[in-house]
């Protein structure tokens, strides 16, 4: 088979790329190795962004208006989202739904799991199994959105991605209207903890730089949380997983662009990955598009690298003890950095003026 552009992977990032590809008339074919695949994940997505990205909100999903911190000491802070709202979607039906739009736009489906991939000067290889048979596709381009276990990467001979480890469960019982984020080192050292609101019930998890001791902190959150009202052994769904920790270096090899979990484009500090995802597949396709790989890169850099970069400075200084992450909780309860972190976070303000404003709230703590 001879395809201009290959897509491996159809989560947010290959299923955007694909679409804006096929939107421009190119011949893409999309891999998708397991289509019923439920990611564990918050699925938590910007309202701005279903504009951004036309993408029609045809699927079930939960609005919510509220985002809650509490600290190492139980203080509690609720912000009021302004500007927008956060769409919790289930991935299942949100990965459908945007596989379902590349399709509409041209995109070839292909239930496959990739085998191997060559690099040669004018094109890509790749074997893929379908059904128990391997086939040959040649593409002029392949872009490689299939996670953080990518197996292109692998196939290459590029380093796994650096990644945090997750622990997260659910239960249908217990329901809130606030994306919960929770802090204290004896249940999420270097992160957080959190409960999120699902279509039906919550979501329920924590994050460790390793994974030993992931079951044992997310015990911890669920009795710090919860108290008597739920135990570990009463969740369903107890999944692990991992998420890329952003290092910046990894866009364009070849013919090869690497896009979302798979190039670990997930923000720092809060481990948002789904809006990213998507901006990295246009990214991708608009440097296809143009003929120029390494345009894919600066078009990234220019619109994100500033940030990611910030808010791994943060991460590192305010999430390491409770002393400071006590500091963080203080400094988001003062409206003006509530109000430009909405600006950032929520309504994706590109505005250089805006990141330059952020950082000036922490400076003085950063110096």
Same mark, same amino acid.
């Given at each position: 088979m001879r395809v201009e552009v290959l897509v491996v992977g159809g989560g947010p990032a290959g299923a955007?790329?694909? *679409?804006? /590809?096929?939107?421009?008339g190119r011949s893409v074919m999309l891999l998708e190795r397991d289509p019923e695949q439920a990611k564990p994940c918050g699925g938590g997505i910007p309202s701005t962004a279903f504009d951004e990205l036309e993408i029609p909100l045809s699927i079930p999903y939960k609005s919510i208006?509220?985002?809650?911190?509490?600290?190492?000491s139980d203080r509690r802070l609720d912000i009021d989202l302004k500007g927008g709202s956060i769409i919790i979607v289930e991935r299942k039906d949100f990965d459908s739904l945007l596989r379902g739009l590349a399709a509409e736009a041209g995109t070839e489906i292909l239930k496959a799991r990739l085998d191997s991939v060559k690099t040669h000067g004018s094109y890509v290889e790749a074997l893929v199994n379908r059904d128990g048979r391997l086939e040959k596709?040649?593409?002029?381009?392949?872009?490689?959105?299939?996670?953080?276990n990518s197996t292109v990467r *692998?196939? /290459?001979s590029i380093a796994p991605c650096e990644s945090v480890y997750t622990l997260s469960c659910r239960t249908e019982r217990i329901s809130t209207q606030a994306c919960e984020f929770w802090f204290r080192s004896d249940h999420a050292p270097g992160l957080y903890s959190w409960v999120f609101p699902k279509l039906k019930g919550v979501s329920i998890g924590t994050g460790s730089l390793t994974p030993k001791e992931t079951r044992t902190f997310l015990k911890r959150f669920i009795d710090r949380r919860f108290n008597n009202e739920l135990s570990l052994n009463e969740a369903h769904s107890l999944r692990g997983y991992?998420?890329?920790?952003?290092?910046?270096?990894?866009?364009?090899k070849g013919r090869v662009l690497f896009v979302g979990d798979a190039a670990g484009q997930v923000m720092p500090f809060t481990y948002e990955g789904i809006y990213y995802a998507m901006k990295s597949g246009e990214f991708a396709a608009r440097a296809i598009l143009e003929g120029k790989p390494g345009l894919y890169k600066k078009l990234w850099k220019r619109r994100f690298h500033s940030r990611f970069r910030f808010m791994k400075t943060i991460e590192r200084f305010f999430l390491s003890d409770d002393r400071r992450m006590e500091q963080l909780f203080d400094i988001f309860r003062r409206e003006e950095v509530q109000e430009a972190s909405m600006k950032l976070w929520?309504?994706?303000?590109s505005n250089r003026g805006s990141?330059?404003?952020?950082?000036?709230?922490f400076r003085k703590f950063l110096n």
């Open positions: 955007t790329a694909a *679409r804006v /590809l096929s939107r421009e208006g509220t985002i809650s911190l509490v600290s190492p596709i040649l593409a002029d381009y392949l872009i490689a959105a299939d996670g953080v *692998r196939a /290459l991992r998420i890329p920790y952003w290092q910046g270096n990894l866009y364009v929520l309504v994706k303000d990141l330059i404003r952020y950082i000036n709230f």
